[in-house]
């Protein structure tokens, strides 16, 4: 005998004919929702017989106990350093953390968010790689790539702003030929970084090449940033400085370099967007922006604690953390 699975918040959505994060608001008598969307949204909910998610507002009773987070690779050093933030902020709150890792794979990160949503987090916070097609029915924080009109609050980097300080830096010690490897420019990190490249380029006068701008496979990986600096390698004029848009591509340009017989900052300048917590033992070492990763994992938990603790819906913040320049060997400085 099949058991009919309980309304989601996703379903009276769809039968009101509103947003998702829109029925949440109206079932929470948010000021910002009409009157006629609010009642509509009552209707579809008493129609379906839908339960709320009584975890999520237990927090307001100071009862909730467990927050998800989704990430992409836990194994990277980036996601492992914002999850021990956000760890922090919310066991410092009496709220314990299940994290969900979805290998960048996004039928595994909608997979990862309805598991959580079956264990009934009272929120969840998400490093979308784009898998999420409904938003999930509880507060959430989305970080390192914005997700918006989804919601409760973003928080990402200076991306554009660090990629430019990247090729500045670069073109002050003489660079005009500046590449860039980056990973597919799909969602906000990605296209905010090449387009921070790009336009840095155009406005200081440097070659703009297409060919200059490689790009590597959704997995971010060291291998993709290998094949990519191969690839600029074997131009007929190819650049003399790269600029990579994460740290992986970093260590698979370095080792190209290396395959090839060009040495790094001797032949070729390399800088990163990333900077590895081991940065400085590279050989030669990484020059690259440092962003402050727990203080993102701190900002996320903390946008999502004061979401659940609001009595009404909150509007939804966008944070972006300042990054810093730290100048190492590779590109050819010291």
């Not at 058991?3 to 509103?18: G, Y």
């Not at 987070?69 to 922090?88: L, T």
């Not at 830096?169 to 990973?183: A, D, K, S």
């Not at 490249?197 to 155009?202: G, I, K, L």
Request: glycine share 8%; net charge neutral; charged share 20%.
């Amino acid at each position: 005998m099949a058991v009919e699975r309980p309304a989601t918040l996703a379903d009276v959505a769809r039968v009101a004919q509103v947003a998702t994060s829109t029925a949440s608001r109206a079932l929470q008598e948010s000021p910002r929702i009409s009157e006629s969307t609010k009642s509509r949204v009552r209707a579809a909910a008493r129609g379906l017989g839908y339960r709320p998610n009584r975890v999520a507002q237990s927090l307001r009773m100071q009862t909730a106990s467990l927050v998800g987070i989704v990430v992409p690779d836990i194994g990277a050093p980036f996601f492992s350093r914002v999850v021990k933030g956000a760890q922090h902020v919310l066991e410092q709150n009496g709220i314990a953390v299940l994290v969900m890792n979805t290998e960048r794979e996004p039928d595994r990160e909608s997979a990862a968010v309805q598991t959580l949503l079956e264990h009934r987090v009272a929120g969840i916070l998400v490093a979308t790689t784009g898998g999420a097609t409904e938003e999930p029915e509880v507060p959430t924080v989305y970080f390192d790539n914005i997700v918006r009109n989804r919601g409760v609050g973003n928080v990402t980097r200076a991306n554009g702003a660090g990629m430019r300080l990247l090729v500045e830096h670069l073109q002050e010690h003489g660079h005009q030929r500046v590449g860039y490897i980056g990973g597919p420019p799909l969602l906000t990190s990605g296209i905010e970084r090449f387009d921070g490249y790009r336009d840095a380029v155009r406005e200081l006068g440097l070659v703009a090449r297409d060919d200059y701008a490689q790009f590597g496979e959704k997995t971010w990986s060291a291998r993709s940033g290998a094949e990519a600096m191969a690839r600029l390698l074997a131009l007929e004029v190819p650049p003399t400085a790269v600029v990579t848009s994460g740290e992986s591509f970093a260590f698979g340009a370095l080792s190209a370099c290396r395959g090839a017989g060009q040495e790094v900052p001797r032949d070729l300048a390399l800088v990163s967007f990333d900077d590895p917590p081991f940065g400085d033992l590279l050989d030669p070492s990484l020059t690259a922006l440092r962003p402050n990763e727990e203080e993102m994992g701190r900002l996320a938990a903390s946008l999502l604690l004061h979401a659940l603790q609001a009595t009404a819906a909150p509007q939804p913040a966008e944070v972006r953390l300042p990054v810093e320049l730290v100048v190492r060997r590779s590109c050819g400085c010291q």
